[in-house]
T-cell receptor, first 112, second 113 residues
C-alpha cells in the first residue's frame, strides 16, 4: 500500500516568516500534486511535479520533487495571512488508474 | 471556467433517510471520485468511477452506493443515513490515467441528526 506522510501536521507562524512542508513516502510516484484548501471549500490544485529533482515556483511558493520521486516539499517565502489553509500533497501511483494517494494535510495559520 | 458542481453546500438529514449527493463536471473527464473529509482523518475515498456505469469501491464504501448514468454526473447515495456519516463530502474529477491532478467541487457539508 502506498502512503504519503506529511509533516508538520500543524503550523502557526507570523506574517513574513518562511516555512517548509514535507511530503514523504517509501514508494515511487509517477507525479505529485500540491493542493490548498480553504475552510468550507474544496481543495484547489496548486502544482504538479513529474520529473525527479524538478523545482517549480509559483510566486512565493517553491515546490520540489525528490530525485527518487518518493518525496516532495513546499516552501513558502515571507508567508502572508492569505496563505492560511490546509495544504495537501497527493501522488499518482504506479497503477496508472488516475487514482491519487493523499497525505493527511498540513494546516497552516499565518498571523498578521 | 471549468468546474465541478456539487448540488448542495449544506444539508441536514434525519437518521434513516435516503440521501442523494449530486456532482456534475463540465470537463469531459472520464474519472469521478467521492471522498469524505473528517478532522484528523484526511481525505478518504468512498467510491470512484472511470466510465459511465462503471464503479469501484474505495477505502470506505460501507453504507454508500453510487450511480453514474451519464459521463458528466456522479451521484453518491447514503442508503440509510446515520450520525457517523456526518461529514464534508467532496466530489472530484480527472482525465483517465492522468496524474496531473483532480478538480474538486466546493463540497457538501452533511449533518445527520
Amino acid at each position: 500500500t502506498q502512503l504519503l506522510e506529511q509533516s508538520p501536521q500543524f503550523l502557526s507562524i507570523q506574517e513574513g516568516e518562511n516555512l517548509t512542508v514535507y511530503c514523504n513516502s517509501s514508494s515511487v510516484f509517477s507525479s505529485l500534486q500540491w493542493y490548498r484548501q480553504e475552510p468550507g471549500e474544496g481543495p484547489v490544485l496548486l502544482v504538479t511535479v513529474v520529473t525527479g529533482g524538478e523545482v517549480k515556483k509559483l510566486k512565493r511558493l517553491t515546490f520540489q520533487f525528490g530525485d527518487a520521486r518518493k518525496d516532495s516539499s513546499l516552501h513558502i517565502t515571507a508567508a502572508q495571512p492569505g496563505d492560511t489553509g490546509l495544504y495537501l500533497c497527493a501522488g499518482a501511483g504506479s497503477s496508472n488508474t488516475g487514482k491519487l494517494i493523499f497525505g493527511q494535510g498540513t494546516t497552516l495559520q499565518v498571523k498578521p | 471556467d471549468v468546474k465541478v458542481t456539487q448540488s448542495s453546500r449544506y444539508l441536514v438529514k434525519r437518521t434513516g433517510e435516503k440521501v442523494f449527493l449530486e456532482c456534475v463536471q463540465d470537463m469531459d473527464h472520464e474519472n469521478m471520485f467521492w471522498y469524505r473529509q473528517d478532522p484528523g482523518l484526511g481525505l478518504r475515498l468512498i467510491y470512484f468511477s472511470y466510465d459511465v456505469k462503471m464503479k469501484e469501491k474505495g477505502d470506505i464504501p460501507e453504507g454508500y452506493s453510487v450511480s453514474r448514468e451519464k459521463k458528466e454526473r456522479f451521484s453518491l447515495i447514503l442508503e440509510s443515513a446515520s450520525t457517523n456519516q456526518t461529514s464534508m463530502y467532496l466530489c472530484a474529477s480527472s482525465f483517465l490515467n492522468d496524474g496531473y491532478g483532480y478538480t474538486f467541487g466546493s463540497g457538501t457539508r452533511l449533518t445527520v441528526v
